[in-house]
């Protein structure tokens, strides 16, 4: 079992920058595939951007391709959104998720990942 929790949300206006960090318990943290995920008011949940359990292959939505970076740090069991020049439409609950397989390529279906975090806010005010 793996629990994780996001951090780092809150408002920010437009063009500016946020980081969020997502702690995950557990020894085997660096054998999983992690995901960023959100969910804006009123829409669905979508992809964001994935990364493998090497960190060696990432990979984005077209949406915030360019603007936001994913990365890992095993020995902290901690995976990262970095996310610059953020937009009003990027206003979403942010969810960090992990699967258990080695996906390649990279798998942007909520299916495919087996733990989820709570969220955090991230509102972009313009």
């Known amino acids: 079992q793996v629990q994780l929790v996001e951090s780092g949300g809150g408002l920010v206006q437009a063009g500016g920058s946020l980081r969020l960090s997502c702690a995950a318990s557990?020894?085997?943290?660096?054998?999983?595939?992690m995901g960023w995920f959100r969910q804006a008011p009123g829409k669905e949940r979508e992809f964001v951007a994935a990364?493998?359990?090497?960190?060696?292959?990432?990979y984005y939505s077209d949406s915030v391709k360019g603007r936001f970076t994913i990365s890992r740090d095993n020995a902290k069991n901690t995976v990262y959104l970095q996310m610059n020049s953020l937009k009003p439409e990027d206003t979403a609950v942010y969810y960090c998720a992990a699967s258990r397989s080695r996906w390649f390529p990279l798998s942007t279906r909520e299916a495919s990942y087996d733990y989820w975090g709570q969220g955090t806010q991230v509102t972009v005010s313009s």
């Open positions: 557990g020894r085997t943290f660096s054998s999983y595939t």
């Open positions: 990364i493998s359990w090497t960190g060696g292959n990432t």
